[in-house]
């Protein structure tokens, strides 16, 4: 699947469905989990549109 834009939210902002740069976490597809440089458990979600 091709994403047309890849955001990168902490786990707190994914389940509080926080918008990041226009973006809503749960219109998304989560592609990764990961732990980010400042030690957050972060998610990878991509949007087609």
Same mark, same amino acid.
Request: aromatic share 12%.
């Given at each position: 699947?091709? /994403? ?5 939210? +902490?786990?707190?902002?994914? =389940? @509080? =469905?926080? @918008?990041?740069? #226009?973006?809503?976490?749960? =219109? #998304? +597809?989560?592609?990764?989990? /990961?732990? #980010? ?8 979600? #991509?949007?087609?549109?």
């Amino acid at each position: 699947m091709k /994403f047309k834009c890849i955001v990168i939210f +902490t786990v707190k902002d994914y =389940n @509080e =469905n926080k @918008e990041k740069d #226009g973006y809503l976490p749960q =219109n #998304g +597809t989560v592609i990764n989990a /990961f732990v #980010g440089s400042n030690g957050m458990n972060c998610l990878a979600v #991509g949007y087609v549109k």
